[in-house]
């Protein structure tokens, strides 16, 4: 039995102890909160003070889902002991500071992975074996919406680190091809420190465009993502886990007035059935079945490094966009005017 603990007992941290305390091959050993476990998620397992005295139990791996701010901290702690980490995403609050975790893990040869749940979705683990078996032929465009209200459980990020992390993991790893530019606008209108909407704009290496928008001010909740490519189009409802596909027509249009407003015909549409496991279940299975040694798809800490770096790219493009429109007031930034950000390669 792998021994396991988990820092951090809040909204995302209630979930991964449900499931850690049912996991078949690990014994769930204890929790660091300093607020305690006011919400009872522990049954019995022990709430510890500190990562120390968790430590202290010998456990072999822990899941850190305490504030992006001190994922660092907790996460070269355990590093530094031996113990390898699953953190929640994202990796850490900089670039820099993912670089270092990274850096940790890696040197002691140690398992670490981050939980961006969403690779995990059924619907998008259908629609990236479909993708790379060819079905839609050449990718044109990735199209991604997140959308929804303010979650309160939020406090020391906005919604690029918080929420477009997950868009920007999910396109790299759906398609295979990393970030090469990008462009970005972001508003913050909650009356909150950090922004609360974004739109992205971006090409991938292989030349695939990009689109994320991504808000909490929105009453309708989306998480919507489609992939257009030569032989049709791919969307992916992440909330039900529905995967549809939408044909390029056989056919052509007879319909003189609906012919001039197509560049395709309209074929037929297909929505898939398949297995639908919890998201979070499949993630922790990777997890210890790495930590065990065996082969296993997990989201690698220098995977997530990347995700950081894209995101650090987003908000420099944001603010050199809100720059150049306070400078020239013409509301357009250098960044757009000229093809995008370059995102920097690791």
Not at 86 to 105: C, G, N, Q, Y
Request: net charge negative; glycine share 10%; charged share 25%.
């Amino acid at each position: 039995m792998l021994r396991a603990g988990l820092i951090g007992l809040g909204a995302m941290g209630r979930n991964h102890a449900r499931i850690l305390r049912r996991l078949d091959g690990v014994e769930f050993v204890g929790a660091v909160d300093p607020a305690g476990d006011p919400h009872d998620a522990l049954h019995g397992v022990p709430v510890l003070p500190d990562v120390a005295s968790l430590i202290a139990l010998g456990v072999d791996y822990a899941v850190i889902a305490c504030p992006t701010a001190l994922h660092e901290e907790a996460g070269l702690q355990l590093a530094a002991n031996g113990v390898c980490a699953l953190i929640e995403k994202p990796l850490a609050h900089s670039a820099e500071a993912a670089r270092r975790l990274v850096d940790a893990f890696e040197a002691r040869g140690l398992v670490a992975g981050v939980g961006h749940i969403e690779r995990f979705n059924p619907a998008l683990q259908q629609l990236r074996s479909r993708l790379e078996t060819g079905e839609l032929g050449e990718v044109f465009q990735v199209v991604t919406r997140r959308q929804g209200p303010f979650p309160h459980r939020i406090a020391d990020v906005g919604v690029v680190k918080d929420l477009a992390t997950h868009d920007i993991d999910l396109t790299s790893w759906i398609t295979g091809h990393e970030y090469a530019t990008l462009s970005a606008r972001t508003v913050s209108k909650s009356g909150r420190e950090h922004e609360d909407m974004v739109a992205v704009v971006g090409s991938l290496t292989d030349g695939t465009m990009v689109s994320h928008l991504v808000n909490w001010l929105s009453p309708l909740k989306e998480r919507f993502t489609a992939v257009t490519g030569e032989r049709g189009c791919f969307v992916a409802d992440t909330l039900t886990a529905d995967l549809t596909f939408h044909a390029n027509g056989a056919f052509a249009t007879e319909w003189e007035a609906l012919r001039a407003f197509r560049g395709v015909a309209e074929g037929d549409m297909i929505r898939y059935a398949f297995p639908k496991r919890e998201p979070l279940v499949v993630e922790h299975e990777r997890f210890r079945d790495a930590v065990e040694g065996k082969h296993s798809e997990i989201v690698t800490a220098r995977e997530g490094l990347r995700t950081v770096e894209v995101s650090a790219a987003v908000l420099e493009s944001a603010r050199a966009a809100r720059g150049t429109a306070r400078g020239t007031g013409d509301g357009l930034g250098d960044g757009l005017a000229e093809g995008g950000l370059a995102v920097p390669t690791t």
